[in-house]
């Protein structure tokens, strides 16, 4: 038990452990959007670098959208 769970009296315990579950959820959801904004920037990189003055600017942004990715999921 964590030393917070100890602390809390048995009648607020509820109101904490609802506190935790959204608190969980916002983490994911946040995660879940990070993820689906690198796909978007990734798809933006591979359009841009088809032409040969947006591969500057897609290259990068390509990268930038993988590691968001990758941020997200792990």
């Known amino acids: ?8 009296p048995w ?3 509820p109101f904490v ?10 983490g994911l959801t946040g ?8 796909l978007v920037l990734m ?3 591979v359009v841009l ?3 040969v003055i947006g591969a500057i ?4 942004l390509l990268i ?3 590691m968001l990715i990758l941020r997200g999921l792990f």
């Open 43 to 45: 798809i933006a990189g």
């Open 64 to 66: 930038f959208g993988f």
């Open 11 to 13: 009648i607020l315990w």
């Open 31 to 38: 995660r879940l959007v990070a993820a689906v904004i690198g």
């Open 17 to 26: 452990a609802l506190g935790r579950l959204v608190a969980g959820i916002i």
């Open 1 to 8: 038990m964590s030393a917070t769970h100890r602390r809390t």
């Open 49 to 51: 670098t088809a032409t």
């Open 57 to 60: 600017v897609g290259i990068p």
